[in-house]
């Protein structure tokens, strides 16, 4: 946890940390964690039914550093009483901003320009050198057109694109301004120069983006991931990629993070970073804040907005 996180946690806890911030089975986390009242996590901790009912007894509640919550079994956590606490909005904003980064740097071959230079392999202006795609009247379909969603697309309105989207329904027209919506991921996907994929990580999604829907991409796309990496279906990607018919992928998101596919590795036209969607000083604060602050409501007898069961 970030230092002012954990200073403001001694000030209202007795706080035990994980000090190596090694990364703990969820067997471990519930060793570790035996008789505390609050267990703060992040996205890459699995708090499954063990963990709850081996940490059951006093267990209250369960604070997440994070917006996704595919980590927890909230059906779990409801049956047994236990509230769980993430941090949405706050990170809307920083998210997005890495979406755009992603965007921008598959579609102007960020990577092979920043090799080229570094690698001393440049030998000046040419014509024809790392030739991308324009942004501009091109058609940004974002998959998940929730908090991030809506902050992805007032930054790509900026950069002259149009807005396509797909959710299980319409938004309102006053959140949707001039976005289309389409019904199915598929119909979306034919309708897209760029798929950003903003959609939140569910059983229900896993391998959502696989050869099908790639390939009712128009040939020549763009994919991007700010969600989770299993919603995409790794072969299905890399052979889009390898083959041409996906330009190329901003990936911040992997299945099976850190040990990623390691073809990614090796795909020139691909943006890789390392899950930093949220990762500014800025957010974090504000995703630590808000648990706290969420933690003493719950204490108050209150329902913060950040409660999920
Ligand atoms: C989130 O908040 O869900 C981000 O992916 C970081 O874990």
């Known amino acids: 946890m970030p230092t002012d996180m954990e200073m403001a946690l001694r000030e209202r806890f007795s706080v035990s940390l994980n000090e190596s911030d090694a990364l703990l089975s ?7 964690a035996t008789g505390a009242n609050v267990l703060f996590v992040t996205a890459t901790e699995k708090i499954d039914a063990n963990v709850f009912r ?9 604070a997440t550093l994070s917006v996704g919550f595919d980590h927890i079994d909230l059906a779990i956590a409801r049956a047994m009483g236990i509230e769980v606490l993430h941090t949405p909005d ?3 904003d920083a998210c997005s901003e890495v979406a755009l980064m992603l965007l921008l740097n598959a579609c102007r071959r960020g990577y092979e ?3 080229m230079v570094r690698s001393g392999k440049w030998n000046g202006w040419a014509p024809t050198q790392l ?4 942004l501009v009247g091109k058609r940004i379909g974002i998959f998940g057109m929730g908090r991030i969603g809506q902050a992805i697309a007032v930054r790509a309105r900026a950069f002259g694109m149009k807005i396509h989207y797909h959710n299980r329904s319409p938004l309102a027209p006053a959140l949707a301004q001039d976005a289309i919506y389409h019904s199915s991921l598929k119909e979306l996907c034919r309708n897209s120069d760029v798929l950003m994929i903003a959609a939140p990580g569910t059983v229900e999604l896993k391998g959502a ?3 099908a829907h790639l390939n009712a991409l128009p040939r020549g796309s763009v994919v991007v991931n700010i969600s989770r ?3 995409v279906n790794d072969d299905a990607l890399i052979g889009a990629l390898t083959e041409g018919h996906v330009f190329a992928a901003g990936l911040d998101v992997f299945a099976n993070e850190p040990n990623i596919d390691e073809r990614y590795r090796k795909l020139h036209n691909v943006f890789l970073s390392p899950h930093i969607g949220s990762a500014t000083h800025e957010t974090r604060n504000a995703m630590g804040q808000l648990l706290i ?3 003493a409501a719950l204490r108050r007898g209150e329902r913060p907005s950040n409660l999920l069961s």
């Open 26 to 32: 969820s067997d471990e986390i519930a060793r570790n």
């Open 54 to 62: 081996a940490l059951s007894p006093t267990l209250r509640t369960v």
């Open 209 to 211: 983006l696989d050869h």
């Open 229 to 231: 990496g299993d919603i």
């Open 131 to 134: 030739l991308g795609i324009g």
């Open 90 to 92: 706050v990170l809307s």
């Open 113 to 115: 320009a920043d090799q």
């Open 293 to 295: 602050e969420g933690l």
